[in-house]
Every structure is written in C-alpha cells, then in structure tokens.
C-alpha cells in the first residue's frame, strides 16, 4: 500500500475522532487502526512516522506513534 | 417429494383479540374477528367454491360462486364478503345452493373455449377444478352466441416470461387487484362496461410496454390459462417441488421450485415464507434461467499465464495445482502473502469454510467478502451504537410503521418485495420522507406521495442527519425517557451539546445540502412525532467516505426519539444481496470470527483453536482493498475468489486489474467466466444456488434453507470444492453434508447455538439470535435494553468528502441498480431481462443535458480524474442539476473505471456515490473500453470460444 494512501486513511480516522477531546481522539484512532489494520499496514504507517510523519495531522501522528514498532 | 400445494382460504387471515364462534355445516369453529365466513369454512377444512377469491387479496364478491345460507338471513349472501359473527348458522351445502353454482358455472363454461386436453393450465386450473366440484354435466346455453373466444382474440406475448390469453379470461379481476394490493403497481385494469369487460395492461398496451414491473403477482393469481408462464407451455405441469430461498437481492424470498425430474419447470413463491409471504420480483420468479445457460463452465480448468489459452483438467489436478501455487507463495513470500475472499451469493455453510481455510489452513486472517463494498459501516455503525451488526426488525415490522424514512435505497428497484410490503403500509396511510438526491419511483408512484422528499447533493447525508438532529433536540422533540433509561448520559449529552451547536441548524447547513430549511424542519418534526417511525436504508447510506458516520447518526437519531425496540420502528439496513447478512456473520471479515468476535479476544480464539484443532492468528487480516494495494505493492501475491467479480464490481477498475496482474495464483471459483476470471490462473466451476443445500441469512437476520433442487452441474457442490482444496493444503475437513457445517457454527457462534437444520426444517426460518434466551429466534431486537447494554451515542461531525465536483469535473456521479439486472449481472445478463435493461444508461437532467448539445440517446463520454468510458445518455427530471447517475450491471460499460479509490474512513467500504466527474458528447467508444473489448476477445479465444462479432 502506498505511504499517500496510509496517510490520507489515517487522517481519515483521526478527522472522526477529533470531536472528541484530545487524549479520547487519540486513543481511538490508534485503537481503531490497531483493531482493523494489518500488521504490514501498521508498519508502513510506523515507517512514515519515523521518516518524520510528513502529512499526517497532528491527532494521527500522536496516534501513530503510539505503535511500538514506530519507536524501533 | 410431490407437488408442493398451499391451502387457499379464499379471503386473508385476519388478526383480532376478539373471537367469534359460529356453527358452519352443524360444525362449531372459533375465528377471529372480522374473518369471512370463506375462511372461518376453510379453516375447518370446508373448502366453498369460489374464482374470484383467493387469500393474498381482499374479498371482491363478484364470481357468485361462493355463495352460501345464513339462518335468518335472506338469499344466499357470497361467504368471500360476509364476516362472521357469533352464532351465526351457515350451510355451505344445499340444493338450492348447488342449483345456483351450477348455473353460475354453465354461463361461465358457456363462454370458454373447451380445449382443457391441449390446454396450458389442464390439471392446474380453478376454472377446471370448479366445473368439477359444482357437478356441471351440460352447458344448455351452446357456443354459438355472442362470446369471448371465437374467433380468438390474439395472444399477447409480448413479455418474455409469461402470455396474456385473452380468450380464457374470465374477468374475474384477480390479476388486477394482485397488482394493486400485492404489487402496488396499478399497471393493469378492467376496461369496458359489462359483456366488453377486458383486462387490459396500461393504456391498452401490450404487457412489456405498459407500466407492468413483472413480478408474477397476476400470473399466480389468474385462475385459468389467460396468465401462464412460457417455461409451462412449454415443458407442461410440474410434477414435484423443492422449497428453497432466492439467490438474488437481500430480501431472501422463499420459493417453490416446481420441477419435472431433474428440470426446473418454473419458480413460485412460496406462501409460507415469512419474508415473502408468497410474492415475489422479476429476478426471483423468472430470471433463474442463468443457471443453466450455456456459458456455464463446468470442467475445472489452469492455466500458466493470464495470456495462455485455458486447459480443461480433473477435479484432482485442478485442485491440486491450486493447493501447490498457495503452498509455493507462502514458503517464498510469507504466510501474509495469501488470502481469500467469501462470496454473499454462496450459502452460509460455504462462507464459513472458505473463512475457516484461509484462517486454519493459510494460517493467516486476510479474509473478506463483499459487503466491504456494501454494507460493512452498518456493521462498524450498528455495533458500536446498539451492540450489533444486523438490522433491529422483520420485515412485518413495516406494517406497524406510522412515518416511514427511506435514506440512500431504492426499494421498489433493489427491493422489490420489501416495497410491494412498504408501499401497502403507505397507501393505508403512513407518512413517507425520502432523502436521496434522485427522485426514486416511492416518491410518487400510484396511491403512493412522499410528504418529504429531501433531494440532499450526494455526500452530504452526515450533514443532513445532523440538520435534522437539530431540529429533535432543539424543539424539544426528544423522547427523554426513552434516552434516561436506555442509553449512555454521558455520550448522550455530548451529542445533544453537538447537534444543537448552530453550525447544525437547517439554516446553516441548507446551503450546503441543497435542501430547505424548512423541508428539514418538516421532515425532522414528522419523524420525531410519528407514535412508530422506522428508518430503511441501503448503500446511499453507506458507499461514502462517511458512511460508518451515517450509520451512527441515523442510530443516534433513532434512539434519541425512542424509535429502537418495538415493532414497527427500528433501524434497518435493505442489505444488497441473498447472503450478505450470513456472509458478514460467519466471519468473513478479516478483523473477526462469526458472531462479530474480534480475532485478538483470547478466549474466542481458544474456543476456535479447539474446534478447529490448530493455533489462529490474533492480528486483523487485509480487507480487499488492502489486499489490491498490497498485490500491487508487491506483498500479496495469491487469491481464493469465490463467486465474487472484484474485476467488475470493485471501484477504481484500473487499480483492481492491475492488482490482479500482480498476483501469481489467482484462483476463482464461479459457475461464469466472469470479469474476474479474465486473470485468473485457475477455475473451480461453481455451483448455483439450485444445486446444493445449505442456508442463506436475509435482512431481517433470517436463516432460511436452501435445498438442492438439481444435481450440481460440474459434479460437487461449492462447498465440497472448498474442503477438497482444504484437504490438499493439509487442512483435513470431512463434513459428509452442510447441516454438518451448520453444527459447527452453532457450536461455536453464541448467536447461534439454537440453530440446526432440523429446527429450521420444524420453524420454517429462524431469525437470529437464536439461542437459550431466545429458542424460537429474534424477531425484533433490542426489546426493552440493547444488546450492548446502554445505546451509545456517537457524535457525528460532518467532514465534507475529499471528493469535490470542480471546473474540470464539475458533475457528480452517482451510482445504483436498476429492477430487472443484477448487480455485475452475470446472471441476469444471461437471460430475458435484458429486454427491460440492454445496456447501462447516463441519466443527466435537462439543464445539464442542454447546456453540453445533449439529445437524448447521444453516446457520451463520462470523465473522471480516474478514467473514462462511454455510454448513452438518457435526459430525465428525476435527476436533479449537477448530478448524473449510472449502474454498474455492464461489464463493458466500465463505470467502475470513473469511480475513485476514496473509502469510508471506518471500513474502507468504496466511495461509489460521489465521483466528480465530466460528461461530453463524443462519437467513438472510450480508450478503455477499446482496451476492454481487446482483452475481451482475446480470453474468449483463450476458453476456446469465438467472440461476438469475430464472425463478421
């Protein structure tokens, strides 16, 4: 899947759970995308936020992040 | 096995507390109230003669057939039209009575024509049956006056299906009132006074060009040979049934399938099906011809490359290779780089296999079915907010319904039995709000107005639900109780603090909806004050980016004004196809297990590890979308496909194909080469839903059986295909028969462990859950607290589509299905339907039309930023400004290569319902459908078949 791809769905989700207050938003986008997403889907979302998560907004880069593989 | 025959009672059953007793023949029998004396006789098992009676239809009095005496009472009134009361002594049998029927029957007789022996209807005629039991021995009048017959008037043949005979009519009206009250059509009448009485089809058409949507109401109800189905004429009476469910749209009708040993002579619908309640549509009755159509394949078949020409082989070897290319893809590119997809036209016992050997056998979750492209943010939607994927209601919910809110469906199109139902609840007098942005036929059809009908630009539901969510909670039109006792406060508050934030308004959001405010205020206070109102919905709804969105916001709304829990309200999804339901409940997603249990729960992966006896993956597997990208990226390399055509059905064709291409082994499993399987290494021939048993799951969340009507074509039934292919890839499964497969489920589904082909056998269909709660199933879900505890409300913001119309698209698409095709139509391409629907068609309203030199019928090229392709325009009012609409029944009408890769945020479910798009006038066929048609030919080559046209 393509990193453009990835990071408009990811936003996507995040843009849903912003009505909500932040620590809430970011936690259900990051349990959304781990409930739902491959594994290898995760990994190039962590491989964006690695290579410094350009165009992801604000709440699905903190969600992003959240993935373990994201920190290695 | 014999003929399966349905009593008629002759007048409808009638539902009352009150009973009444009465004395029939010196007989004592206790009815309900309002019962015909007819019924109340038959009941007892006392069948009155009669012809212009028959119990799908309200009594008419007008054949004087039925005629009976009442003590006390004058003359001998007609029991179809008297309702009994108590005490009442009646004699369904005396000589005077007798005296009259036999001289009713002699005029009748004396104006038929007398060829019973070479008669279509000889042995299955009422006209027959009643000379017979009236004992008519001579008919004084002769054959020589002024008649109906002689000389004959011609037939009208004219619809593919079924003949208008004029001649042996009877003017009885059945057909006429079957269409008003069964169908809710109005296309036939009675024209002429008196001895000129005729029925007559529209304006005096013929039956194909007058208003008349086939669906066999007429010809079930005619008593005699006038209305007869052609496959009857031709093959004559049937001599035994199969009872079994339709594999076409997701109302799940249950038909007689009247057979002549190993060949089906016609389908009826069947009486006692609780979805039906005997009628049915032009797919179900008629358009089943597809199943043996000559372009069934039915040797299994490989091939090295997509370019090579098709090898026909055994079972064996076929199934074999199969087994041996997943094997290879897996020990060169992971246990990731493989998956399956389950088909919603295939049974439930069959979805559960291919789900259960992607996940045992594969050892991976990258299983998905179609309603990822339909109905999978009902799924999301309905379970976060009340705690469960399905539909609240049955269908006879409807008939309970005060407003009635039909949001992004087209019931009398995709639905057609359901909206005879709808349509019957509204002309006794239910309020009816449409919100879609065409003027689909419900909101004015005969009897039938929408009192709101709300034409929203596509795309913008979220903000209309909102809009109308205002206007609830800021007028005070909110069931309070309901919500303090059922649903969450705190979610609750959130959201009523949201939508009664002003950005919510009709005022503010009118603009952008392209609706009145005030037809939003309207609409809102309708529904809200409505004692039931009930929301149906179809893929309007759910084919956005927002579509999980909708879902929660029409939850949210009918929660917050007590529309959930009871007969005739609900929220209800019209799911698209047979299966649909049963295929998202046996687990075909890749996140969960049947029963909508995620893979990572501990405890229900043990449970499945047990049964199945291997260790299960607890990460989510790819949903197809993910799995195209990943072929195209290069990590996904192998496809299982049963009876799904992605190629043709799937959004943004071009990247779905290239998917394709990329992939090693891509094996389907059709009874068609369909689209799909233009790049596919092998082919499994599939069987139809008349060639095997199982069950199917409708909308209303009821499992009905399917039963094996004829042998399967290519030997093995679909699911023996999938356990043969199992077992190659060193996964043994040994079901000996698909009740087997039901067991299992049930052991291992806590929805359905009540579930069992005997209990479905004793029930007739059993509505899930079905368990030790509830042992006779659910008809109506969550009565008196919802299934997730407290109803959680969602809030909704309106997020506008990335999907915008600009200068260079400045039109939007929107896409759908018409009555008489079928989806990717490869089954109802392959039969007469095509005389109603040919081609797909470019509808564009007049301004549009006029503003690009648009005539009617010009070939136009519709743009998008994703392809082109070619179609024909049709110029209609039911389209509003800056929007156009298509189907996608066509595979060389390529409308999927317009649509876009945008998806719903939740689900990934394809945005079909917005696409900017272009409309010119051209005169030659678009790039790609040249490409198409090259590609085309070239694999009908390749299965050793000429193409069309190759011969000119």
């Not at chain 2, 009448?189 to 109401?217: P, Y």
């Not at chain 2, 038909?255 to 619908?269: I, Y």
């Amino acid at each position: 899947m393509s990193q453009d791809s990835i990071v408009r769905m990811v936003n996507q989700i995040a843009t849903f759970f912003a009505t909500y207050p932040r620590p809430q938003a970011v936690e259900g986008t990051y349990d959304h995308i781990q409930k739902f997403w491959d594994p290898r889907m995760r990994k190039k979302l962590a491989e964006k936020v690695a290579a410094g998560g350009e165009g992801l907004s604000e709440i699905a880069l903190e969600a992003a992040r959240k993935f373990p593989s994201a920190k290695s | 096995m014999s003929l399966a025959t349905e009593q008629d009672f002759g007048t409808p059953a009638r539902i009352s507390e009150r009973t009444v007793t009465l004395e029939i023949d010196g007989q004592s029998v206790t009815v309900p109230a309002g019962t015909s004396v007819m019924h109340a006789a038959a009941a007892m098992g006392t069948s009155v003669p009669k012809l212009c009676a028959t119990d799908s239809m309200e009594a008419f009095g007008s054949c004087r057939l039925c005629l009976v005496e009442i003590e006390g009472r004058k003359g001998t009134p007609a029991s179809c039209t008297t309702p009994v009361e108590p005490g009442m002594k009646v004699k369904t049998q005396t000589p005077r009575i007798a005296r009259l029927r036999r001289n009713v029957m002699e005029l009748y007789i004396s104006d038929h024509p007398l060829d019973c022996l070479t008669c279509s209807a000889n042995g299955d005629c009422e006209l027959q049956d009643m000379a017979g039991a009236v004992g008519l021995r001579e008919v004084r009048y002769g054959y020589d006056g002024a008649n109906h017959f002689k000389p004959a008037k011609p037939k009208d043949e004219s619809n593919p299906y079924f003949t208008f005979e004029p001649s042996k009519c009877i003017v009885c009206s059945r057909c006429v009132r079957a269409c008003e009250e069964v169908q809710g059509t109005f296309a036939l009448t009675i024209e002429g006074r008196g001895f000129e009485s005729a029925v007559s089809a529209g304006a005096h058409e013929n039956f194909l060009d007058s208003e008349c949507v086939s669906c066999g109401a007429c010809v079930q109800a005619c008593p005699t040979a006038t209305l007869n189905e052609k496959s009857v004429i031709e093959a004559g009476a049937p001599e035994h049934s199969v009872i079994t469910t339709c594999a076409y749209c997701g109302v799940g009708c249950s038909f007689k399938a009247d057979m002549k040993g190993g060949e089906v002579v016609r389908m009826v619908p069947h009486k006692d099906g609780k979805a039906n309640h005997g009628h049915s549509c032009v797919k179900g009755r008629f358009a089943w011809g597809y199943a043996t159509h000559k372009e069934r394949i039915t040797k299994p078949m490989i091939r090295a490359s997509i370019h090579d020409p098709w090898k026909e082989v055994s079972w064996e070897e076929a199934i074999n290779h199969a087994a041996s290319e997943f094997k290879r893809i897996q020990a060169k590119y992971g246990r990731g780089s493989v998956g399956g997809i389950t088909s919603s036209r295939c049974t439930n016992e069959e979805t559960y296999l291919i789900q259960k050997l992607i996940r045992a056998a594969f050892g991976n979750n990258n299983v998905d079915t179609c309603a990822r492209v339909c109905h999978s943010p009902t799924g999301y939607g309905l379970k976060t907010t009340l705690g469960t994927s399905a539909g609240t209601q049955d269908f006879d919910s409807v008939s309970e319904a005060d407003v009635i809110m039909v949001i992004g469906a087209n019931p009398t199109d995709a639905h057609p039995v359901f909206a005879s139902r709808m349509k019957k609840r509204l002309r006794e007098g239910a309020k009816l709000i449409v919100l879609d942005p065409r003027r689909i036929d419900l909101v004015r059809t005969p009897h039938v107005e929408a009192q709101y009908h709300l034409p929203l630009r596509p795309g913008t539901n979220v903000a209309l639900l909102n809009a109308l969510s205002h206007v609830i909670v800021t007028e005070g039109l909110v069931d309070e109780d309901y919500v303090a006792e059922r649903c969450e406060k705190e979610d609750f508050d959130l959201w009523r603090a949201f939508v009664a934030e002003q950005r919510n308004s009709p005022e503010a959001l009118s603009a952008t909806i392209g609706v009145s405010a005030e037809a939003i205020r309207g609409a809102a206070r309708l529904y809200a004050g409505a004692k039931n109102g009930a929301i149906y919905y179809g893929l309007g709804v759910t084919e956005h980016s927002q579509g999980s969105t909708t879902v929660m916001a029409m939850a949210n709304m009918a929660m917050a004004t007590g529309n959930i829990g009871r007969e005739g309200v609900g929220v209800n999804p019209l799911r698209g196809q047979n299966n649909v339901q049963g295929a998202c409940d046996m687990g075909s997603f890749p996140h969960e297990f049947s029963g909508y249990r995620h893979v990572s729960e501990e405890p229900v992966r043990a449970l499945f590890e047990k049964e199945w006896g291997v260790g299960l993956d607890h990460e989510p597997g790819l949903r197809i979308p993910n799995m195209l990208d990943e072929a195209v990226e290069g990590s996904f390399k192998g496809l299982y496909i049963q009876g799904e055509d992605i190629a043709q059905s799937d959004p943004d064709t071009q990247h779905v194909t290239a998917g394709l291409r990329a992939m090693e082994c891509v094996v389907i499993q059709d009874i068609f080469l369909n689209e799909t399987a233009n790049f596919a290494h092998v082919f499994l021939p599939g069987s139809s839903f008349l060639e095997k048993d199982g069950t199917f799951t409708n909308a209303e969340r009821r499992i009905s059986r399917v039963r094996k009507a004829i042998a399967p074509l290519a030997g093995l039934a679909d699911w023996e295909v999938t356990m043969a292919l199992s077992n190659a890839l060193g996964y043994p499964m040994t079901y000996k028969h698909p009740s087997e497969i039901m067991d299992e489920i049930a052991r291992v589904t806590p929805t359905f462990t009540g579930v069992s082909y005997d209990r479905i056998d004793e029930l007739g269909s059993i509505q899930w859950p079905c368990n030790a709660k509830a042992p006779e199933g659910t008809p109506t879900m969550h009565v008196g607290g919802f299934v997730r505890g407290k109803g959680k409300f969602i809030v909704t913001e309106y997020i506008p589509t990335e999907e915008r119309a600009s200068q260079r698209f400045p039109l939007l698409l929107t896409t759908g299905r018409i009555l008489s095709q079928y989806n990717v139509g490869q089954q109802t391409r392959r039969t007469d339907n095509n005389v109603w629907h040919g081609e797909d068609f470019l509808d564009i309203h007049p301004f549009d039309a006029e503003h690009r030199g648009l005539r009617e019928g010009d070939l136009v090229a519709l743009a998008s930023r994703k392809g082109e392709v070619t179609l024909h325009a049709r110029i209609t009012e039911r389209m509003q400004p800056g929007v156009v609409y298509t189907t996608f029944h066509f595979a060389d009408s390529g409308v999927n290569v317009v649509t876009t890769e945008y998806s719903d945020w939740a689900t990934n479910c394809p945005e079909y319902k917005v696409t900017a798009v272009q409309v010119r006038r051209v005169n030659h066929m678009s790039e790609w459908q040249e490409r198409y048609r090259a590609d085309h030919d070239e694999q009908e080559r390749l299965a050793g078949r000429v193409p069309a046209g190759a011969a000119e």
